[in-house]
Nanobody, 127 residues
Framework: QLHFVESGGGLVQPGGSLRLSCVVS????????IGWFRQAPGKEREGVSC????????NYADSVKGRLTISEDNTKNTVYLQMDNMNPDDAADYYC????????????????????WGQGTLVTVSS
């Protein structure tokens, strides 16, 4: 059974930075991608980035390109999300589900991801 622990969230001023971490444990073999999704109050869950754990290829939502960077450390079963030049639209709970769908470039469609979610990590952007 998969288990996710997201961390690194907090309060940051506009223009500031955070680095989120997600440790995956349990039945970790054979998943193809890990994504970062976020959900703000009253809004639908939104995919912001993902990484293909086989090839290392990445994908980003247009709203975060150039500001967020996803990376992974396979030796630690950990994926990171470096968030720079943050703005109030980045405020949300962040989650890191995995996908077993074998695609070349991972997609930011929640239907591709296993319906197993961690508790998330809360990001607040405010001056």
């Amino acid at each position: 059974q998969l288990h996710f622990v997201e961390s690194g969230g907090g309060l940051v001023q506009p223009g500031g930075s955070l680095r989120l971490s997600c440790v995956v444990s349990g039945s970790t073999v054979n998943y193809h991608a890990i994504g970062w999704f976020r959900q703000a109050p009253g809004k639908e869950r939104e995919g912001v980035s993902c990484i293909n754990t086989r090839s290392g290829s990445t994908n980003y939502a247009d709203s975060v390109k150039g500001r967020l960077t996803i990376s992974e450390d396979n030796t630690k079963n950990t994926v990171y999300l470096q968030m720079d030049n943050m703005n109030p639209d980045d405020a949300a709970d962040y989650y890191c589900p995995v996908s077993y769908v074998p695609v070349g470039v991972c997609v930011l469609d929640v239907s591709h991801y296993l319906e197993v979610w961690g508790q998330g990590t809360l990001v607040t952007v405010s001056s």
